[in-house]
């Protein structure tokens, strides 16, 4: 099995800057794509960035310029740095990573989901 553990939320005053990180464990052979989503409540969950394998990224227009994705692949880990926060990027973030692994002596493709951690941006 694979899983993504959140760190880094919390509360942050307008204009201040928070970074997440996301580190994945278990029979991974590879991850392509890793992102970051997030959710208020009452909405669909929605993407914030993503970045693949080769250092691609893609930005959700309300994010760029403020919002950085990157990646260290030797440690499987993710990482958000989100600067310039304002109140509207209140929500819970998730990290997001599709996986290529071992299952029970084979290969095995799945996408898998972190537990979230809460971004509070406030004064």
């Known amino acids: 099995q694979v899983q993504l553990v959140e760190s880094g939320g919390g509360l942050v005053q307008p204009g201040g800057s928070l970074r997440l990180s996301c580190a994945a464990s278990?029979?991974?052979?590879?991850?392509?794509?890793m992102g970051w989503y997030r959710q208020v409540p009452g909405k669909q969950r929605e993407l914030v960035a993503a970045?693949?394998?080769?250092?691609?990224?893609d930005y959700a227009d309300s994010v760029k310029g403020r919002f950085t994705v990157s990646r260290d692949n030797a440690k499987n880990t993710v990482y958000l740095q989100m600067n310039s926060l304002k109140p509207e990027d209140t929500a819970v973030y998730y990290c997001?990573?599709?996986?290529?692994?071992?299952?029970?002596?084979?290969?095995?493709?799945?996408?898998?989901w972190g537990q979230g951690t809460q971004v509070t941006v406030s004064s």
């Open positions: 278990g029979t991974i052979i590879r991850i392509n794509t």
């Open positions: 997001n990573a599709d996986v290529k692994r071992w299952a029970m002596g084979a290969i095995g493709y799945d996408n898998y």
């Open positions: 970045i693949t394998s080769g250092g691609s990224t």
